[in-house]
């Protein structure tokens, strides 16, 4: 099956700066790529996602990379600000088959340094 | 409001006492999923369901059932809770085929002594 590797666990950067958290996958088969985003005490909401055929998207300060290649994303946050304090999961789906295909990684808890 | 809903929120228990969570959607979504999370290991989904009378395990079933009459309810049972079940747990469902958003839950946070 898929498997996704997140890194870094945890990520502390200063305000205003930039912060980049990296995924791998290993099925290159996975055709979608998610990134949720959970605040302390919420469930994960999707705030950025990404297809294969797509090399990058962005959405205001968030942007997501994909190296198909390479078999990595990664999510790209700039001009940080306290609100972007949370845990950030990558995710990789699979299509088709008769798996229900989002894989997670383990998490990335990004702390913004005021 | 179109959401996911969850109950209980907290629940503590004793081992080996049969407990249901219960999950509710209504947004006609055709995939349902439950998830536990614990710390330092993420998301690991638990059971899946592609629409009604159709379940198959995720990466952890050991200790759980599922079942799915309704398109619009997904219950997760655990028939004899054990300590090492404590956690955190969601339910999550989106609309069938690929690249669709996943919508969780509140979570429900299960103790079991």
């Known amino acids: 099956g898929e498997n996704v590797e997140q890194h870094p666990s945890t990520l502390s950067v200063q305000e205003g700066d930039s912060a980049v958290i990296k995924c791998t996958y290993s099925d290159s088969a996975s055709n979608y790529f998610p990134w949720y985003k959970q605040e302390l005490g919420k469930r994960p909401q999707l705030i950025i996602d990404i297809r294969s055929n797509v090399g990058e998207k962005k959405d205001q300060r968030i942007a997501v990379t994909l190296n198909k290649t390479a078999k990595h994303f990664s999510l790209h946050i700039t001009e940080t600000q306290p609100e972007d304090s949370a845990v950030y999961f990558c995710?990789?789906?699979?299509?088709?088959?008769?798996?229900?295909?989002?894989?997670f990684g383990k998490g990335t808890h990004l702390i913004i340094q005021p | 409001e179109a959401q996911v809903t969850q109950n209980p929120r907290y629940l503590i228990t004793v081992t080996g006492k049969k407990l249901t969570v219960t999950c509710s959607q209504n947004m006609n979504h055709e995939y349902m999923s439950w998830y536990r999370q614990d710390p330092g290991l993420g998301l690991r989904q638990i059971y899946y369901s592609m629409n009604v009378e159709v379940t198959d395990k995720g990466d952890v079933p050991e200790g759980y059932k599922v079942s799915r009459k309704e398109k619009r309810n997904f219950p997760l049972i655990l028939e004899s809770p054990s300590p090492n079940q404590t956690s955190l747990y969601f339910c999550?469902?989106?609309?069938?085929?690929?690249?669709?958003?996943?919508?969780f839950g509140p979570g429900t946070r299960l103790t079991v002594l």
């Open positions: 995710a990789a789906s699979i299509p088709g088959g008769g798996a229900d295909g989002l894989t």
């Open positions: 999550a469902s989106r609309p069938g085929g690929s690249y669709n958003e996943q919508f």
